[in-house]
């Protein structure tokens, strides 16, 4: 089937705009994640949803950034008032559920940078 | 905090020799798996290693887990040019924590 998919692959955004980022996770996956990585950083965790309970936002670097996950399904992270430093790529993951020992399937990630 | 570290950062060989890359993290796991990262982008997963294991295989690469020193291994055998990526190990928790990474250059 269809793995993980983001949009868009690219933005390039003016500093203070506000950005959408979009996932799409694999259809059955009850947990997604977002990671952010700076050039030639690691992953940074973000947020994550697993099913309907509340997401888990203890990696949120400011209360610019927030995410919503709509049915189960979709899930976009909204930067507010974008920074420079903000600039990275953004990836987002899938697993069948958030137990330890479940592969994260990621897809291509958003590379975002804030001129 | 990050609580996976890699070493080291960055590793040059020759294709056909063996890359061995290094991770340590700080507390306890249930589990413990290493992605390999083209280019950037999206990891893909290669291999699990329970906390209860101490070797795990699959095709050309080994996984050791010391859980006594809180560290494991990836070795990877008999490397080719295809395997020119940044590998990263990943320990379990209520999210994934993962590396820095080690980016791994085979030279054809």
Not at chain 1, 75 to 91: F, G, K, M, P, W
Not at chain 2, 40 to 57: A, P, Q, T, W, Y
Request: neutral net charge.
């Amino acid at each position: 089937g269809a793995g993980v998919s983001q949009s868009p692959s690219n933005k390039v955004t003016e500093k203070g705009k506000d950005v959408e980022l979009r996932c799409d996770p694999i259809s059955g996956h009850t947990a997604l994640y977002w990671y952010r990585q700076s050039l030639g950083q690691g992953l940074e965790f973000l947020i994550y949803f697993q099913g309907n309970s509340a997401p888990d936002k203890s990696g949120l670097p400011s209360d610019r950034f927030s995410a919503e996950r709509t049915g189960g399904s979709v899930s976009t992270l909204t930067i507010q008032r974008t920074q420079q430093e903000d600039s990275a790529v953004y990836l987002c993951a899938s697993s069948l559920a958030a137990g330890t020992g479940d592969t994260q399937y990621f897809g291509p990630g958003t590379r975002l940078t804030v001129l | 905090s990050q609580q996976g570290e890699e070493d080291p950062q960055a590793l040059s060989i020759q294709e056909g020799e063996n890359a061995t890359m290094n991770c340590s993290y700080k507390t306890s796991i249930n589990n413990l798996q290493w992605y390999r990262q083209n280019s950037g982008r999206g990891l893909v997963h290669l291999i699990l290693i329970r906390s209860n294991e101490r070797e795990k295989h699959s095709g050309r690469l080994r996984v050791t887990l010391d859980t006594s020193k809180k560290s494991s291994s990836l070795l990877i055998t008999a490397s080719r040019a295809a395997d020119t990526a940044s590998y990263f190990c990943a320990t379990d928790g209520n999210q994934f924590y993962f590396g820095t990474g080690t980016s791994l250059t085979v030279i054809p």
